[in-house]
């Protein structure tokens, strides 16, 4: 087998455990048998747990109970009104004192204490503590944000916020219906953040695939940035990033290349102009200054940015783009 070969191998066993990871991320409330995922991968079950483990870095059982209790800890801060055995039976568990067991033996608190902020020994616990600690300042205000309601825009809602540390930074947030959307995707696992090379890179090659095929049509054709993963709970060498653009729901894909859809449904969308270290920032002022005071909670949905520009031929070499959160009444 030449090189040539070689490398379009491995992008198809790409391509075949992303959409696994696709699977079992909009299946996670069932039990998921190994013939099951190794059918969506077209794989054999005994040459596709191997393969799984060998890409991914996990066992296809410790990826899949990772996801459901990471998932699980961004709920319990996230909608705090919900109770744990809810989350638990949502997250996939068969109940509650199966989720307290494997909750404790993954982050080193229990539900409740993660929920409710209880541990006060950083020492003992360890990083799981740090990252608690993080989600909190988070959802408990320590921003020096104002939000204002501003009234009703075209049958919209609509907040204008403003970061008070940071006079330029402010937007407004509307809570939209926006449509079911099949999109291809380049996907990146691992650190992300404040890499504008490796954003540029996959933006890149989704572009250079999409080209040739027609799926090209700027201004039209948005570019997306999918994320998966609360980055505050998940560790950064297993984030998941999805560079995306909308495609018709038949487009064929090949290689490294897959193919998704992103539910549609209520998102609190808010347009920013972004210099390249404010990204956090906004992030926050939708999470930490307007969500708790809105009426809202994340719904459990991907969360992704819309992208309106090449930073490049801005001004101020600003990305202008959508930060869009899934979200439903309280």
Not at 157 to 184: F, H, S
């Amino acid at each position: 087998m030449n090189n040539s070969q070689q490398i379009q191998q491995r992008q198809d066993y790409i391509a075949r455990i992303n959409r696994v990871l696709d699977y079992i991320e909009t299946h996670l409330q069932k039990n998921m048998t190994l013939d099951e995922l190794a059918a969506v991968a077209h794989f054999s079950p005994f040459h596709f747990h191997r393969i799984f483990s060998a890409f991914v870095g996990e066992t296809l059982k410790q990826f899949i109970q990772r996801i459901r209790l990471e998932k699980a800890a961004d709920r319990l801060i996230s909608n705090p009104w919900e109770s744990i055995t809810v989350i638990a039976l949502d997250s996939g568990f068969s109940g509650s004192a199966t989720f307290a067991r494997a909750f404790k033996d993954y982050f080193c608190v229990s539900a409740t204490e993660w929920r409710n902020h209880q541990s006060d020994s950083e020492s003992k616990i360890g990083k799981p503590v740090s990252k608690l600690r993080k989600s909190i300042r988070k959802d408990s205000k320590d921003f020096d944000i104002s939000s204002d309601y501003i009234g009703d825009v075209n049958n919209q809602l609509t907040w204008r916020i403003k970061m008070k540390t940071n006079k330029q930074l402010e937007t407004k947030v509307e809570v939209k219906d926006l449509p079911e959307m099949t999109v291809a995707y380049i996907r990146h696992i691992g650190a992300y953040k404040g890499n504008s090379q490796l954003f540029g890179t996959l933006i890149e090659k989704i572009c250079r695939w999409a080209a040739p095929r027609g799926l090209l049509k700027f201004p039209e054709t948005k570019i997306m940035a999918v994320y998966h993963d609360n980055p505050d709970i998940t560790e950064e060498d297993r984030l998941r990033l999805s560079i995306s653009i909308p495609v018709p729901a038949d487009t064929t894909v090949d290689g490294e290349i897959g193919k998704m859809t992103i539910p549609g449904g209520q998102y609190a969308t808010a347009r920013f102009e972004l210099a390249q270290n404010e990204y956090e920032q906004a992030w926050d002022m939708v999470y930490g200054g307007w969500l708790p005071d809105s009426g809202y909670q994340p719904d459990d949905r991907p969360c992704f940015e819309i992208y309106y520009n090449d930073p490049k031929d801005h001004p101020e070499h600003k990305c202008i783009l959508d930060i869009c959160v899934p979200v439903k009444p309280l």
